[in-house]
């Protein structure tokens, strides 16, 4: 399975003299083009102090650049047939657009000056600093986005990877216009850049837009954050809901471990379908969710595994002993049937999504920085068709073998104790027997 298109030429990296990284990626047959630009920073370099000045300085780069208004810079990328956006996450800060071949040209540019020569006016930053603000605030009446904001505070206590992106109020009125100007140089350091073009494009003319756009930005080397621990713990948040909102995390492996994949494919087993474990188990055969699924995290050293639930508030301790069984099983005695339906799910995501300009983009961009190459599709399939029983078996252990865990539960006070009942049962371990039913 090669997962490429038809007469494409695989995609090439070339490294300008003052560290950017440039992807080309050709794609025949098709008429549109998709550019990003990534930095290989974000949130988890900040600290307490500057907890949210990564993504309130992705808000502002967009108010201006380079002589040109926001409305100016919109108006530049839409009427070419353009789109642009961005998110900050907290390894990467990335940019995007989607445009016609004509417009790739000023494409480059605008994205060049948004993320080199931002104005950073101190009147936008008031009023983006009450958007973001806004923001805190809706994401706070979101239970079921909440909870995971709740989690991850609970895995990663005190370190900048269990602070929410957008940060609080504090410290977000502490970034003034010189403190994101420093930032922004630090953030955004052209040793830490990729750009990557997908689609209808030339490997020529990419190349002369990166030199003109990017080659003069000066690399603002810095070491890298501090090594993240999980330290397991519980959050709970009474709400007056009609259902509860739990999610269950243990700790994970970075993106680069040799286990990585074996990890993936024991998420997929666990909760990645309508076939998985967790679906069959909690809502199909027993009724105890009406939503369950479970999904990994990768960071560069270090990741989680998680579960996320929505179920009635009387049922949440029976559904976390459950969560915590299967789990424990599967990392003793995965199926061979599972295995086989886990593997091909991953390689049909992966591949599918290489079908997405963007998408395809985002994941070269992903790799350079990540792996510092790219990962050609079929060494892609190998490794997933490498994770065979005794693979998914070693990455599981790994993963429950701490006896580590975090957990949240936002609604009704009778969910509450699921919290302690998941955290005691990864604790104990499954040779215990059943923490509560």
Same mark, same amino acid.
């Given at each position: 399975m090669?997962?490429?298109l038809?007469g494409?030429?695989?995609?090439? *990296? ?5 560290g950017?990284r440039?992807v080309?990626? #050709?794609?025949p047959?098709?008429?549109?083009v998709a550019?990003?630009?990534? &930095?290989g920073r974000g949130?988890?370099w900040?600290g ?9 300085l992705?808000?502002?780069?967009f108010?201006?650049?380079a002589g040109r208004t926001a409305r100016q810079?919109?108006?530049a ?7 642009m956006?961005?998110?900050?996450g %907290? ?11 004509e417009?790739l040209?000023e ?11 931002p ?5 936008d930053?008031l ?11 809706e994401?706070e009446?979101?239970p079921?986005d909440?909870?995971?904001e709740?989690a991850?505070?609970?895995a990663?206590?005190g370190?900048a990877l269990?602070? +929410? *992106?957008?940060?609080?109020a504090?410290s ?10 420093q930032?922004?140089?630090?953030l955004?350091?052209p040793?830490r $850049? ?5 689609g209808? *494009? ?13 080659a003069?930005?000066?690399p603002? #080397?810095?070491?890298?954050?501090? #090594?993240a621990l ?8 009474d ?6 909102n $739990?999610?269950f995390? +243990?700790?994970? =492996?970075g993106a ?5 994949? &074996?990890?993936?494919v024991?998420?997929? +087993?666990?909760g ?5 474990r967790? %679906?069959?188990? &909690?809502?199909e055969a027993?009724g105890l969710a009406y939503a369950?699924d479970?999904w990994?995290?990768f960071?560069?050293?270090?990741? =989680? ?5 929505? +179920?009635e ?7 976390? &002993?459950?969560?915590a069984d299967? =789990?424990?099983?599967l990392a003793e005695s995965?199926?061979e049937?599972e ?11 992966q591949f599918m999504a290489?079908?997405?300009l963007?998408?395809?983009?985002e994941q070269a ?12 599709a079929?060494e892609?399939?190998a490794r997933?068709?490498a994770c065979?029983?005794?693979a998914v ?13 975090a957990?949240?539960v ?9 919290a302690?009942?998941f955290?005691?049962a990864?604790?104990?371990g499954?040779?215990?027997g059943?923490?509560?039913?």
């Amino acid at each position: 399975m090669s997962g490429r298109l038809r007469g494409a030429e695989p995609p090439r *990296i070339h490294t300008l003299a003052n560290g950017v990284r440039v992807v080309c990626d #050709p794609v025949p047959g098709l008429q549109t083009v998709a550019l990003v630009v990534a &930095a290989g920073r974000g949130a988890r370099w900040e600290g307490r102090r500057e907890s949210g000045w990564s993504h309130l300085l992705e808000h502002m780069v967009f108010k201006g650049a380079a002589g040109r208004t926001a409305r100016q810079l919109a108006d530049a990328i839409e009427s070419g047939g353009g789109q642009m956006n961005a998110e900050t996450g %907290f390894e990467r800060t990335v940019f995007h657009v989607r445009t016609l071949p004509e417009g790739l040209d000023e494409a480059s540019g605008l994205l060049s000056d948004i993320v080199l020569r931002p104005t950073l006016d101190p009147d936008d930053l008031l009023r983006e600093r009450h958007v973001v603000l806004q923001e805190i605030a809706e994401a706070e009446d979101a239970p079921d986005d909440l909870v995971f904001e709740m989690a991850q505070e609970a895995a990663f206590e005190g370190q900048a990877l269990g602070r +929410c *992106i957008l940060g609080d109020a504090a410290s977000l009125k502490r970034a003034d216009v010189d403190a994101l100007r420093q930032w922004r140089r630090f953030l955004y350091s052209p040793d830490r $850049l990729v750009v990557v073009a997908s689609g209808a *494009i030339d490997e020529d003319a990419l190349l002369r837009l990166a030199e003109r756009d990017f080659a003069s930005a000066e690399p603002q #080397p810095s070491p890298s954050p501090e #090594p993240a621990l999980f330290t397991g713990g519980i959050r709970t948040d009474d709400r007056s809901l009609e259902q509860a909102n $739990l999610v269950f995390l +243990c700790p994970g =492996m970075g993106a680069t471990d040799p286990d990585a994949w &074996a990890a993936q494919v024991f998420v997929e +087993c666990l909760g990645g379908g309508m076939a998985s474990r967790l %679906f069959q188990e &909690a809502r199909e055969a027993r009724g105890l969710a009406y939503a369950v699924d479970a999904w990994g995290e990768f960071w560069s050293d270090c990741g =989680m595994v998680g579960v996320f639930a929505g +179920c009635e508030a009387g049922r949440a301790v029976e559904l976390a &002993a459950l969560v915590a069984d299967q =789990m424990q099983d599967l990392a003793e005695s995965p199926h061979e049937a599972e295995l086989a339906r886990a593997r091909a799910q991953l390689k049909a995501a992966q591949f599918m999504a290489a079908e997405s300009l963007l998408t395809r983009a985002e994941q070269a961009a992903h790799q350079v920085l990540t792996h510092g190459r790219l990962i050609p599709a079929p060494e892609i399939a190998a490794r997933i068709d490498a994770c065979n029983a005794a693979a998914v078996r070693r990455a599981g252990a790994r993963l429950l073998e701490p006896g580590l865990a975090a957990a949240a539960v936002l609604g009704p006070g009778a969910a509450h104790p699921a919290a302690e009942t998941f955290r005691r049962a990864m604790k104990a371990g499954r040779s215990a027997g059943p923490a509560v039913t």
